[in-house]
């Protein structure tokens, strides 16, 4: 079975193995039903997508939720009918079934730990109710869920790169809730709350980023343009008036192109500065503008730590093409005769990509780099 | 109340209330465990105590009450987010799961809950997409010569495609830009930011063709490039030189240290730039 299928379904079958032993067979068939069509369909459909392209399908998500809150009821219903005393060891039980499944997936330590220290509650306990209170005494039972909310933000947290400031703080956010947390609707506010603030601040990131994808944009034109008048200026030699038409006519496009292009430059670079409150160092000095600006790009999917990018002497070409040429005092012809020290670097073709093997390489040399670190796992 | 199962029930419920009162977000549980202490009064024993929660249903009544106040604190945190639209959905969810008569009623209360809260954040999700659309479309519009009608014009259009978008639903950009569920989402701007961004969006609609301003920057590239042309051949070597220092290159950056700081590099390949 697919990982990823394996965990969505984890959560119903660990439910299934906790009715199993406390209810009759008839009303636990349905659960045994669904068990069996999740694992044939999960069988069937072996990547993530087609797998929940099927259970939507199927509502089989919906039929679990109903199938379980008909189990809770007719535990209840069985409770009433035939009351039996639960015996400690009966209760312990069924959370050793959640523990078992916990422990059964990677990067749960603390809630492993969590179940650990509910369970110690069991020890010299005369009955579940004494269990239950010394473990309310100790908030054991929030810890449970709130370290799995933990444990999973502390992954995302190690998993993302330390330069993605926005999603870090976010993670941040959810483990020092996770850590504090007394009842579990103070995990849901603090949780809500927090991924509307992220989404906000990811959102006004990205509006940064699309101005910075302008201002990069426009440059790489600036230098197109010069590089088409330098290379062609040559085939009107006597002046544009007396050049072949196709050539006059050419060249004076260009050139007019060229300066719209670097009023334009100028826009965006107002843009960035007076909207939105950034300077070059601020751009510069912040390692995941620079990222955006360099085109980064992921390679694995489980971090954003490794990415593949323009070479970081675009950055330099950048700082160049703004400050000692398009927002400079200097006239646009003395813009086309100076000899810049650093050209800009183009990226590879997608022809390169296959003919190289880039992607593969990039990817072989990413995990490589990540391989002893427990997050990649 | 000698019965030591009463005083280690009555503690259990107590250890519950006092923490579920001190997070302020659970009110309908608070109310279940405070009837269920209360009717430890005079309770011969536990089953005594037992037998009267059972009357009352009380923990079927807790069981939906958790329910209900993870829809509270939802609502809690859409309110602090300044999103009363979307609170009053979730409170309205909390409100009708706590009064559900079983737990039929609840899966029914859920399930409408669902899809009116559902139906708000999509409702709100499509506006915002088109709002942020507007703002990028009109930050490219105006940072466009005013010589460069055809880009101006295609970022105009695709402005009002998406002030026609928020007409549809009945909202218009200055409403949104008022409004925290869409605001938040933008620059964090003073008033006077986005009434100059509402002013660049009305604009959009009167935005014309400049002859007189095309006109003076194609003169003026001409007369730049006319003066040029007797060092054609220099520039063409000056270009040739700076191609001969162009490769395609591509690069794999890292950053392994937890901490925030400088990517390391590492080429993984250089080419031919032609």
Redesign the interface.
């Known amino acids: 079975m697919n990982d990823q299928v394996k965990m969505m379904l984890s959560g119903f079958f660990t439910a299934y193995e906790s009715y199993k032993p406390l209810l009759d067979e008839a009303a636990f068939a349905p659960l045994a039903a669904l068990r069996e069509e999740s694992l044939a369909m999960a069988e069937k459909n072996d990547d993530v997508m087609s797998f929940m392209q099927a259970a939507t399908a199927a509502e089989l998500f919906n039929r679990w939720t109903v199938a379980l809150q008909q189990a809770g009821e007719a535990w209840q219903r069985q409770r009433k009918e035939k009351p039996r005393e639960i015996t400690l060891a009966d209760f312990v039980r069924q959370y050793e079934v959640l523990r078992d499944d916990v422990k059964s997936r990677p990067h749960t330590e603390r809630q492993q730990a969590a179940y650990a220290r509910f369970l110690a509650c069991a020890d010299g306990a005369a009955n579940p109710l004494v269990m239950m209170r010394r473990a309310e005494e100790g908030a054991c039972v929030a810890a449970i869920a709130a370290s799995g909310f933990e444990d999973t933000n502390q992954l995302m947290f190690d998993r993302a790169d330390p330069n993605e400031t926005t999603q870090r703080a976010y993670y941040a956010k959810c483990i020092e809730l996770a850590r504090d947390v007394r009842a579990n609707e103070d995990l849901t506010y603090g949780a809500e709350l927090a991924a509307a603030q992220l989404q906000q601040a990811a959102s006004r990131d990205e509006g940064v980023r699309f101005a910075l994808a302008m201002l990069f944009g426009r440059a790489v034109d600036f230098d197109k343009l010069k590089w088409t008048i330098r290379t062609h200026l040559k085939e009107a030699p006597n002046g544009l008036a007396k050049a072949p038409e196709h050539i006059g006519r050419f060249l004076h496009e260009n050139g007019t192109a060229l300066l719209i292009v670097r009023a334009e430059l100028r826009h965006i670079w107002r843009l960035l500065t007076e909207d939105l409150g950034l300077t070059w160092e601020a751009i510069i000095g912040a390692p995941r503008w620079r990222k955006a600006l360099l085109l980064g790009a992921s390679v694995l999917p489980q971090t954003d730590r490794v990415w593949r990018g323009m070479t970081p002497a675009n950055l330099e070409w950048l700082r160049e093409t703004l400050f000692d040429e398009a927002l400079s005092e200097l006239p646009t012809a003395a813009i086309l005769q100076r000899r810049p020290q650093q050209p800009f670097q183009p990226t590879p073709l997608s022809e390169d990509d296959d003919r190289f093997g880039l992607p593969g390489k990039a990817r072989a040399r990413a995990e490589a780099l990540v391989a002893d670190f427990a997050w990649s796992k | 109340m000698s019965d030591p ?1 009463i005083d ?2 009555m ?2 419920h107590q ?2 209330l006092e ?2 009162k ?2 302020g ?2 009110p309908q549980q608070t109310a279940a465990h405070e009837r269920i202490l209360a009717l430890a009064d005079g309770a011969k024993d536990v089953m005594d105590w037992q037998g009267r929660i ?1 009357a009352e249903s009380l ?2 009544a807790l ?1 939906r009450a ?1 329910s209900a ?2 829809w ?3 609502a ?3 309110r ?2 300044d ?1 009363p639209e979307l609170a009053a959905v979730l409170e309205q969810a909390a409100r009708e799961i706590g009064a559900a008569p079983d ?1 039929a009623a ?2 029914q209360a859920t399930t409408a809950a669902d899809e009116r809260t559902r139906a708000v954040m999509q409702r709100q999700s499509d506006l915002r997409h088109a709002f ?1 659309g507007v ?2 479309a009109a ?2 519009f ?4 005013v ?2 009608y055809p880009e101006r014009e295609k970022f105009a259009a695709e402005a009002r495609a998406g002030l026609a978008k928020l007409q549809a639903a009945g909202a218009t950009f200055a409403q949104l830009c008022a409004a925290p569920f869409c605001r ?6 003073a008033d006077e ?1 986005w009434q100059a961004l509402i002013a660049t969006v009305d604009s959009l609609a009167a935005a014309r063709r400049d002859e007189a301003a095309e006109r003076q ?2 003169d ?3 007369r ?13 070597a ?2 040739a ?3 001969a ?19 390391a ?5 250089e ?1 031919e ?1 032609r």
């Open positions: 199962f280690e029930k503690r259990y250890i519950l923490r579920l001190a997070g977000r659970s059972d923990d079927a069981a958790m106040d993870t509270f604190a939802k809690c945190a859409a602090d987010d999103n737990m609840v899966n942020i703002i990028y930050w490219q105006q940072t466009r010569h010589a460069n938040k989402y933008g620059p964090a701007w930011k920057i194609s003026e590239a001409f730049v490039l006319d003066g040029l042309t007797p060092q054609g051949k220099e520039l063409a000056l270009q030189e700076i191609d220092r162009t490769k395609r290159q591509t690069f794999l950056a890292h950053r392994l240290a937890d901490e925030p700081g400088d990517y590099f590492e080429q993984l390949w080419g730039w």
